[in-house]
């Protein structure tokens, strides 16, 4: 008899967990509506949703590789495999010409498409549902006014079981919190806004911040830091322990233009986004860089930055364009072959635009590496992939251009570049011999996207 009752029971909490499994699983389709016509949205609402979509980088994201704009096929790299970016034009077959306003809205808020099926968290939902009605409203708005294009999203290619997409949904559960956020009453209208735009529409954490296994950002780690494609996303919570603290005016002139008197350029996956945000109202940057800048990690004290900035001040001085003259390193290990050999490549490719003599150093065209975010990271990624990408240029805004130098310089070359870079214009502790992580990067290498 007692058998009979755990058996009984045993059954009863398998139905309650099948059925609490089903609910938690499914998601009903909405169903499709005619293609909606450009003419029929208010134009007002779709120049705010310009402004929301440069906001949220969409276009990032969404443009593949000489591809037309909001067309998808975009590969992005995980650590569970491959997702490409879907097509969000309004094309009627491939793209989302047949989603109504409140299926976009489920998308954002929900991470759930039009027919039901559960959206990978690639797609930054977790951050989107955080926007304001007028913002969902606004950027459907703009998408649905863009021109269609046909194209097919490639097939993901993820590992087993990820490749379910119903588990997502049980990833929901422990990280997806629906719905738009309060003002913080304590703070002035800038600052609920930043503080809207970098936790929402932004999405800023979702790239700097560490990831857990299963691909959910770290509980307590925001904004400490991540990697995308291959590139660090340094942490936004330390800009005031830089060598040169990051000021706000500095920041807002970086996050609009790409670069930053004392800080250096944006590459990678953060130059599109700067173009994105140069097409924003400068009120919406500067209240970007008013809420990052209220969430530094306690600073250095002042009197230990000052001493960093002048030591690699000093370093900056002493780095010597003349390949026969001795190194003098910011810090104090010897010389290392390394560094010796880097500072002849140095000189050869590198001393016409960072060196210390050079033109454009000398009329602050371009700001000196000593002061670097790439250069003083606790890591050498960012240093090897600007020195294998480079920066492609982009018409007569020739500043942010940098040659790439994959094809020029084999590992051992780039980790000895890197080796100087380090002795040369830091004065924080050599990095171990990177050839290893040259390798590796090496076999990621990405062309920038034309179309961003």
């Known amino acids: 008899m007692n058998r009979r009752r755990l058996w009984i029971a045993a059954a009863g909490l398998a139905i309650a967990a099948f059925a609490v499994a089903a609910g938690i699983l499914y998601e009903p389709a909405i169903n499709p509506v005619p293609v909606p016509s450009p003419a029929g949205f208010d134009p007002q609402l779709v120049r705010e949703g310009a402004r929301v979509v440069a906001l949220g980088d969409c276009v990032v994201c969404h443009t593949s590789q000489g591809g037309r704009p909001f067309a998808g096929g975009l590969p992005l790299a995980t650590p569970f495999g491959t997702i490409y970016a879907t097509n969000i034009t309004p094309d009627a077959d491939t793209g989302i010409g047949h989603w109504s306003e409140a299926a976009f809205a489920r998308a954002l808020r929900h991470g759930i498409a039009r027919d039901g099926h559960q959206l990978y968290p690639a797609f930054p939902y977790v951050h989107f549902t955080r926007m304001p009605d007028r913002d969902i409203s606004a950027a459907y708005a703009y998408l649905m006014s863009r021109e269609p294009v046909r194209a097919t999203t490639p097939a993901n290619q993820l590992v087993f079981p990820l490749n379910f997409r119903p588990l997502v949904a049980f990833w929901n559960v422990l990280f997806l919190r629906p719905g738009p956020r309060e003002p913080d009453a304590s703070h002035d209208a800038v600052w609920n806004r930043g503080k809207l735009l970098v936790d929402g529409l932004g999405h800023c954490a979702s790239c700097h911040s560490p990831l857990n296994a299963i691909g959910g950002e770290k509980a307590g780690r925001a904004f400490d830091g991540g990697i995308v494609d291959g590139w660090e996303a340094p942490p936004l919570n330390a800009l005031s322990e830089a060598v040169r603290p990051w000021s706000e005016a500095q920041l807002v002139e970086y996050l609009r233009t790409g670069r930053a008197s004392e800080h250096g350029a944006a590459a990678g996956p953060m130059l599109p986004v700067t173009r994105d945000l140069a097409r924003v109202p400068t009120e919406d940057v500067q209240a970007i860089a008013t809420y990052l800048l209220s969430i530094q990690k306690t ?112 590992d051992r070359q780039i980790a000895d570049l890197a080796a100087y870079l380090r002795g040369a214009y830091s004065a924080k502790p050599a990095w171990p011999d990177a050839a290893p992580l040259v390798a590796g990067l090496r076999k990621t290498l990405k062309t920038e996207n034309p179309a961003r």
């Open 299 to 410: 600073p250095a004290s002042t009197a230990s930055t000052e001493a960093t900035a002048n030591a690699t001040a000093n370093a900056t001085a002493n780095a010597t364009t003349d390949t026969t003259a001795a190194i003098t390193p910011a810090s104090s290990h010897p010389t290392t072959p390394a560094e010796q050999r880097g500072a002849v490549l140095f000189n050869a490719s590198c001393a016409q635009c960072h060196g210390p003599a050079s033109p454009m150093q000398t009329i602050g065209a371009r700001p000196t590496l000593a002061f670097s975010t790439a250069v003083n990271a606790a890591t050498p990624r960012n240093a090897i992939q600007m020195m294998l990408n480079g920066i492609a240029w982009h018409g007569e805004d020739a500043i942010n251009y940098m040659p790439a130098f994959s094809g020029l310089y084999d």
